[in-house]
């Protein structure tokens, strides 16, 4: 995900450069860059601690601006491209242009897209924003057909993360997500093309429009599976978010079989926000996904 607050630009006496010397960023991918580019100068690093993806901001001599991407070991490049290539009619504008791919070096190039971070900005507790990013949502989520296959999938890496969670969570609660996964009718479900990381931190203000970046986790899955972190974050805080939301997007759970689907992602990321949190060590995002868990078994 791209970071674009608290950052230092790298200035230098003569910044045109045809490569760089960056961590993270091989000697394939930089001269890969290169080549696509030409000279360019490094103006921001917008890399997360603690992720496997280097995010660059670059400029070019004819006053072009970039994002780049990198990556040795991240499947995130991977999504990514594939959701471009899949295409985002209606969003011209509004999410960053791809400009130049390579799935087997594991880069990407997009267009700078102007904004400023909504997450921590005035822009988060306004409901407009939430109406814009709701109807942005729904242009984002093109059909993709019925899958047969994706919640028994769902349900068995939700089982194995369950499994993960013994002496993270009390045993009550391990038993309780069990039976409830248990519980739920795995029954075909519609297929979008879904952010998969969907929340102000990945959305941008610019002038009055809201944008969406960073499609990273963006994959096929039920449209639901993009309102469970707004459901656990802002929407707990402020139900005028959720209420705008709901009018931009436009639709709500009407029928078993999205009604199942929420149920399952709600349990998937309640309890993957627990083990993922551990394993990096970040104790406050552990304990918020262990509330997380016990809203979600107290959800009807």
């Known amino acids: 995900m791209a970071r674009r607050a608290g950052l230092t ?11 760089l010397v960056k961590d993270g960023i091989s000697e394939e ?22 992720q496997d993806t280097t995010v660059l901001q670059l400029g070019t001599p ?27 009619p209606g969003l011209e504008g509004r999410v960053p242009s791809l400009v130049h791919a390579s799935t087997d070096a594991r880069l990407l190039v ?10 921590g900005s005035p822009a988060e507790h306004v409901p407009d924003t939430y109406r814009q990013a709701g109807a942005l949502l729904a242009r984002l989520h093109s059909p993709a057909g ?37 519980a739920v009718e795995l029954s075909p479900v519609e ?12 959305w941008l203000y610019d002038d009055g429009e809201v944008k969406v970046i960073d499609f990273g986790r963006a994959d096929l899955r039920p449209w639901v599976h993009d309102l469970v972190r707004l459901t656990h974050q802002q929407f707990l805080a402020d139900a005028a978010l959720a209420a705008a939301f709901q009018e931009g997007l436009g639709r709500a759970v009407t ?34 996904g262990v509330a997380m868990v016990e809203r979600v078994l107290t959800m009807a």
């Open 9 to 19: 630009t790298r200035v230098a006496s003569n910044p045109w450069h045809a490569g």
């Open 29 to 50: 991918q930089q001269r890969l860059l290169s080549s696509w580019l030409g000279p360019f100068e490094v103006i921001s690093d917008h890399s997360w601690p603690m």
């Open 62 to 88: 004819d006053g072009g601006r970039y994002i780049v991407k990198a990556s040795q070991t991240s499947h995130h490049i991977r999504r990514e491209i594939a959701a471009y290539s899949r295409g985002m």
């Open 110 to 119: 997009t267009r700078f897209l102007p904004g400023i971070l909504v997450a």
């Open 146 to 182: 019925v899958s047969r296959s994706y919640m028994r999938s769902l349900a068995a890496r939700t089982r194995a993360v369950i499994g993960k969670a013994q002496g993270l969570l009390a045993g009550g609660l391990v038993r309780r997500l069990t039976e409830e996964v248990a």
């Open 191 to 202: 297929l979008v093309t879904s952010h998969g990381d969907y929340q102000p931190r990945n």
């Open 255 to 288: 029928n078993p079989e999205e009604a199942s689907a929420w149920r399952l992602e709600n349990l998937d990321q309640a309890v993957g926000t627990v083990v993922w949190a551990h394993s990096i060590g970040d104790e406050s995002f552990e304990q918020q």
